[in-house]
């Protein structure tokens, strides 16, 4: 059964820096493309950030550009987020989430990530 | 930028009866980019739906959606207690490539 394990959330100050990772099993990560979506508290779904499996495409939300930047290493079988300046607006828990032909058919179990000083 | 507006916000219903949840877009969307998915309370995302009217693997057939175009539908037959939950409607687009609708809670009435 595929597996998606975030970790690396936490409290952090605004202005600050965190690095999420996911770690996948019982499939091979560099053969799909991979998205992290967020969800805030009480708030509904938002798709954050898509790399290809190559790592060569890669898109972000006009919230998070240029502050975050998503990553792989296929190697490791684990994605990355890079969040830099964080806001409180970015106070939400986030997915890991597999992506395959127009749909999202695998998603982790969320990491809390909360921004407040 | 597409825009994905599901109505209505909640319905409130019995289990047993039926469940009619609307997406609609603010242009028209390619059937295949369009699925659904169901959350529960402290739950990630689960797929349900796929290409418009595809069943996720594992997903009862009291689960159906439809639509195409501008207007697309998930219909639940007969509510069962473990149906109540949020559902979501998702496309995949150009820019941005993935987006979500705001949600339905279907609540128990």
């Known amino acids: 059964e595929v597996q998606l394990v975030e970790s690396g959330g936490g409290l952090v100050q605004p202005g600050g820096s965190l690095r999420l990772s996911c770690a996948a099993s019982?499939?091979?990560?560099?053969?799909?493309?991979m998205n992290w979506v967020r969800q805030a508290p009480g708030k509904g779904l938002e798709w954050v950030s898509y790399i290809s499996g190559s790592g060569g495409t890669i898109y972000y939300a006009d919230s998070v550009k240029g502050r975050f930047t998503i990553s792989r290493d296929n190697a490791k079988n684990s994605l990355y987020l890079q969040m830099n300046s964080l806001r409180a607006e970015d106070t939400a828990v986030y997915y890991c989430?597999?992506?395959?032909?127009?749909?999202?058919?695998?998603w982790g179990q969320g990491t809390l990530v909360t921004v407040s000083s | 930028e597409i825009v994905l507006t599901q109505s209505p916000g909640t319905l409130s219903l019995s289990p047993g009866e039926r469940a009619t949840l609307s997406c609609r877009a603010s242009q028209s969307v390619s059937s295949s980019h369009l699925a659904w998915y169901q959350q529960k309370p402290g739950q990630a995302p689960r797929l349900l739906i796929y290409g418009a009217s595809n069943r996720a693997t594992g997903i009862p057939d009291r689960f159906s959606g439809s639509g195409s175009g501008t207007d697309f539908t998930l219909t639940i037959s007969r509510l069962e207690p473990e149906d109540f939950a949020v559902y979501y409607c998702q496309q995949y687009g150009s820019s941005p490539p993935i987006n979500f609708g705001q949600g339905t809670r279907l609540e128990i009435k």
């Open positions: 019982e499939f091979i990560l560099g053969t799909f493309g």
């Open positions: 989430a597999r992506d395959f032909y127009n749909r999202i058919d695998s």
